[in-house]
Antibody, heavy 120, light 107 residues
Framework: EVQLLESGGGLVQPGGSLRLSCTAS????????MTWVRQATGKGLEWVST????????YYADSVKGRFTVSRDNSRNTLYLQMNSLRAEDTAIYYC?????????????WGQGTLVTVSS | EIVLTQSPATLSLSPGERATLSCRAS??????LAWYQQKSGQVPRLLIY???TRATGIPARFSGSGSGTDFTLTISSLEPEDFAVYYC?????????FGQGTKVEIK
């Protein structure tokens, strides 16, 4: 059974930084692309970033490009999202997501999410 | 960036009725369209990918159709657990984008 567990969310001031983690189990992490998707309270889903299985390819939404960095540690089965220069509009639940072979950007497994609140 | 527009924003129906949800893309996404269901307080669940292929474990009452720019998700007979928000999402190119969602509510 695929399990994804996010952590690292919390309250941070505008301009601050935060690092999210997602620990995975139940599949071969090192060969699987992984994605972050976010959802502001009461709003829709927004793709944030995707990283290939080996980590050599990364993709970002324009809204976070240059501020967020996605990475992974395949020895620890862990995905990361380093978020810098945070803004109020980054406030959301951040989900990590995985697709079981359909495509790197179709997701059939989701974590429960971690809440990031950017506020002074 | 491809914009996905879902309609209607809200669909008010009774259990047992048929639900028809629409998703229109600003340019062709071929058949690279997926549908997700999100119940209140829960994480999204993949229902349909590549326009018409049901994901593992998804009941047959859910079906998808369309190609190019116009897509439909049909729920043939609504069950109580189907009242939720539904999102479409394309994977035609980068960035993948979602529609704004259609809420299916109990009439």
């Amino acid at each position: 059974e695929v399990q994804l567990l996010e952590s690292g969310g919390g309250l941070v001031q505008p301009g601050g930084s935060l690092r999210l983690s997602c620990t995975a189990s139940g599949f071969t992490f090192s060969t699987s692309a992984m994605t972050w998707v976010r959802q502001a309270t009461g709003k829709g889903l927004e793709w944030v970033s995707t990283i290939s299985g080996g980590g050599g390819s990364t993709y970002y939404a324009d809204s976070v490009k240059g501020r967020f960095t996605v990475s992974r540690d395949n020895s620890r089965n862990t995905l990361y999202l380093q978020m810098n220069s945070l803004r109020a509009e980054d406030t959301a639940i951040y989900y990590c997501a995985h697709g079981s072979g359909i495509s790197m950007i179709v997701w059939d497994s989701w974590g429960q999410g971690t809440l990031v609140t950017v506020s002074s | 960036e491809i914009v996905l527009t879902q309609s209607p924003a809200t669909l008010s129906l009774s259990p047992g009725e048929r639900a028809t949800l629409s998703c229109r893309a600003s340019q062709s996404v071929s058949s690279y369209l997926a549908w997700y269901q999100q119940k209140s307080g829960q994480v999204p669940r993949l229902l349909i990918y590549d326009a018409s292929t049901r994901a593992t474990g998804i009941p047959a009452r859910f079906s998808g159709s369309g190609s190019g720019t116009d897509f439909t998700l049909t729920i043939s007979s609504l069950e109580p657990e189907d009242f939720a928000v539904y999102y479409c999402q394309h994977r035609s190119n980068w960035p993948p984008t979602f529609g704004q969602g259609t809420k299916v509510e109990i009439k």
